[in-house]
């Protein structure tokens, strides 16, 4: 059904892209300035909030699910309206972000109100089956971990965004990955979300990579995260056979080891982590002087291997499952060696003095 599916919708998702596209194209007109700074990889001014586009095509196509009385690709209006509320919250804080440059402190009481409107329309996920352990029910747990697990990986997708292509290009292929998923196993409203999704982004990279024109901004990367987290939610208890909520943080894996690791290293060197700072590992890396491009198609091939181990782990013997879930942190331990090899060779590792940065605060 998945292959006539997308052929009915095909003409549907073209103009979504080009939609996206348009509106990039508006947003580089109106040049919402980033401007570099010493913890930037670009050294030009050059415009952002061209996730605008992105968002733009999702909202338009999650629209005609909800014009379609009945249409099989729809969630439960509880589910669906607090899709809608809290992703069109999420951007609009966003983009207001974008041009005002707010602190930390209110874009995440932000996230939380987002985060909190999905969860409160009743999307969060409360047996969880784990590696090793099987399903695990966390009774009135399984709300606040859902939030926890929506903050974390809308703030990862943005502290990555800070190559070119790079948090574009890893939250297209996820799209794909698990648009393929979740048709397979008969997940119509993943499928059709993830698909609309990638459609935007597809109508924004090219303008993003291999030389940004516009930057997605934090309308972009903070929106690909919330929707990729929420269909994580949506995949694992609500969209037609139930599938692993693992699927999503696997097809994440370089993006939430490397935030991960990071956070937890400025944490255990008594850093504030909410002080700007250049010690992501993908900086780190170009910092040491690898190519950035290198650096952003390495990460896209993270996320195609994620996925791959993904599709593995479904088609898996049950005592297998917990070694494939587990198989994406291979490469990241071995990126991390090699990148930590080469910011000590670089003598840009570890940092100095970075937990007493008079810059304001607000920004990984």
């Known amino acids: 059904m998945g292959a006539p599916l997308l052929l009915r919708h095909a003409g549907l998702l073209a103009g979504l892209v080009l939609l996206s596209a348009a509106t990039v194209r508006g947003m580089i007109a109106l040049d919402v300035t980033d401007h570099p700074d010493e913890r930037k990889a670009h050294v030009h001014p050059t415009p952002k909030a061209g996730g605008v586009g992105i968002v733009a095509a999702f909202l338009a196509g999650v629209a005609v699910l909800y014009e379609e009385p009945g249409h099989f690709a729809r969630l439960a209006n509880p589910y669906y309206h607090g899709l809608i509320l809290a992703a069109a919250a999420i951007a609009l804080v966003a983009f207001l972000d974008d041009l005002r440059d707010w602190p930390f402190t209110v874009k995440l009481a932000a996230q939380?109100?987002?985060?909190?409107?999905?969860?409160?329309?009743?999307?969060?996920?409360?047996?969880?089956?784990?590696?090793?352990?099987?399903?695990?029910?966390?009774?009135?747990?399984?709300?606040?971990?859902?939030?926890?697990?929506?903050?974390?990986?809308?703030?990862?997708?943005?502290?990555?965004?800070?190559?070119?292509?790079?948090?574009?290009?890893?939250?297209?292929?996820?799209?794909?990955?698990?648009?393929?998923?979740?048709?397979?196993?008969?997940?119509?409203?993943?499928?059709?979300?993830?698909?609309?999704?990638?459609?935007?982004?597809?109508?924004?990279?090219?303008?993003?990579?291999?030389?940004?024109?516009?930057?997605?901004?934090?309308?972009?990367?903070?929106?690909?995260?919330?929707?990729?987290?929420?269909?994580?939610?949506?995949?694992?208890?609500?969209?037609?056979?139930?599938?692993?909520?693992?699927?999503?943080?696997?097809?994440?894996?370089g993006v939430l080891f490397d935030v991960g690791f990071t956070l937890a290293w400025r944490g255990l060197a008594g850093e504030n982590?909410?002080?700007?700072?250049?010690?992501?590992?993908?900086?780190?890396?170009?910092?040491?002087?690898?190519?950035?491009?290198?650096?952003?198609?390495?990460?896209?091939?993270?996320?195609?291997?994620?996925?791959?181990?993904?599709?593995?782990?479904?088609?898996?013997?049950?005592?297998?499952?917990?070694?494939?879930?587990?198989?994406?942190?291979?490469?990241?331990?071995?990126?991390?060696?090699?990148?930590?090899?080469r910011a000590r060779r670089a003598g840009i590792w570890p940092e100095r003095g970075a937990g007493k940065s008079p810059a304001r605060p607000g920004s990984f």
């Open 112 to 253: 939380i109100l987002a985060a909190l409107a999905a969860v409160g329309s009743g999307l969060y996920v409360r047996v969880y089956d784990l590696p090793f352990w099987g399903p695990v029910d966390f009774g009135a747990w399984g709300g606040p971990l859902t939030l926890f697990w929506i903050l974390f990986a809308t703030n990862a997708m943005n502290f990555i965004d800070g190559l070119d292509g790079l948090a574009g290009g890893v939250a297209l292929i996820a799209s794909l990955f698990l648009a393929a998923i979740a048709a397979s196993r008969g997940g119509w409203f993943v499928y059709f979300a993830a698909l609309l999704l990638g459609a935007g982004i597809a109508g924004f990279l090219p303008f993003n990579f291999p030389r940004a024109r516009i930057f997605m901004g934090d309308v972009g990367s903070q929106f690909c995260g919330f929707v990729l987290a929420i269909l994580g939610v949506a995949a694992a208890r609500f969209d037609g056979i139930p599938l692993s909520f693992l699927l999503v943080p696997m097809l994440l894996s």
């Open 273 to 341: 982590l909410t002080r700007p700072h250049r010690s992501h590992l993908f900086q780190l890396a170009h910092r040491s002087g690898m190519d950035p491009r290198a650096i952003s198609l390495l990460y896209w091939g993270f996320t195609g291997f994620g996925g791959l181990a993904a599709l593995a782990f479904l088609a898996a013997p049950a005592e297998a499952k917990p070694f494939l879930a587990l198989l994406p942190a291979v490469p990241q331990l071995l990126w991390v060696r090699h990148v930590l090899g």
